[in-house]
């Protein structure tokens, strides 16, 4: 196995994950192995391409890449996916800000709602505020301890957008609401051996709800899984199909929080005590 970002932070308690981690932000897989240069070697085939997710094009238009540069009048470089939950607040994974900051030395945050990145894309500025007990490393469903892994960006100036919905309290406590597919959105790698260079186009597709924990979830794929860049980005109740409405809305569930690239991704959860707290200094929650 060669270096990788988790064998760079040696305070990390690595040890306590039993399966592969593999989500993927600022450019760098966090893993066993380094970055996918060819067909990855998994005793599971992963899905044909977020990984078996279909471009959105105006649809989801309320889901964001968030960027970052290293300065003023530095290239924007893609970090990872978020969710506009206000007008002028976008939501994603506390690891995005956490990784980007410290191992692509970018000192500043911004999101494009564009479908596609593109030197043309508009990038609107943000101040990035992260969970004030995250902690690093990654949860799975081996071991899904909370990692209090939520971020906002505010941005400094309002989107004509429809936010996405967030959940009434305890949702996701009785799984037997959620029998059909579900809706992951992200602006990752479109297959398991893209290059990273690859990141930057808005993709929907279909996962499973698997299992409950008390600050994650988990899902399957039917047939999408996320990969490198999905970080961040949201699970939206019903299918693919459902979302017809080009500019947003729908109740998001989660955001992705890890994934094997494979079979399996884990979310955190939005409807619980310690998220709300979180989330109620910056956006006015359903009760």
């Not at 990784?99 to 990035?128: I, M």
């Not at 992200?186 to 698997?210: C, N, Q």
Request: charged share 15%; glycine share 12%; net charge negative.
């Amino acid at each position: 196995m060669g270096t990788t970002l988790a064998a760079r932070i040696t305070a990390a308690p690595l040890a306590r994950a039993s399966r592969t981690l593999g989500l993927v932000v600022a450019g760098t897989l966090v893993g066993c192995a380094d970055p996918p240069t060819g067909a990855a070697p998994t005793a599971v085939p992963p899905p044909s391409a977020l990984i078996a997710g279909a471009p959105t094009g105006d649809q989801f238009g309320n889901v964001a890449l968030m960027v970052g540069r290293t300065g003023p009048g530095a290239p924007w470089g893609p970090v990872c996916t978020g969710t506009l939950i206000a007008p002028d607040v976008v939501l994603t994974a506390g690891h995005c800000v956490f990784l980007a900051s410290r191992f692509d030395g970018y000192t500043e945050f911004g999101v494009t709602f564009a479908p596609q990145l593109s030197p043309a894309a508009p990038v609107v500025k943000a101040v990035e505020h992260v969970h004030p007990d995250f902690f690093f490393p990654f949860a799975t469903p081996d071991d899904p301890y909370d990692a209090f892994d939520l971020a906002v960006l505010v941005l400094e100036a309002e989107v004509d957008l429809i936010p996405a919905q967030l959940p009434p309290p305890g949702l996701l406590d009785d799984i037997r609401q959620f029998p059909g597919p579900l809706t992951v959105v992200g602006y990752g790698i479109p297959r398991a051996d893209a290059s990273f260079a690859e990141r930057g186009t808005r993709r929907a597709g279909a996962v499973r709800l698997d299992e409950v924990f008390a600050p994650l979830f988990s899902t399957t794929p039917d047939p999408a899984v996320g990969c490198v860049g999905d970080s961040g980005g949201p699970i939206f109740r019903g299918p693919p199909q459902s979302h017809r409405g080009r500019r947003g809305g729908t109740m998001l569930l989660g955001v992705a929080h890890n994934s094997d690239c494979s079979s399996w991704m884990a979310f955190y959860r939005l409807d619980t005590p310690q998220a709300r707290s979180f989330l109620a200094a910056f956006v006015n929650l359903p009760g």
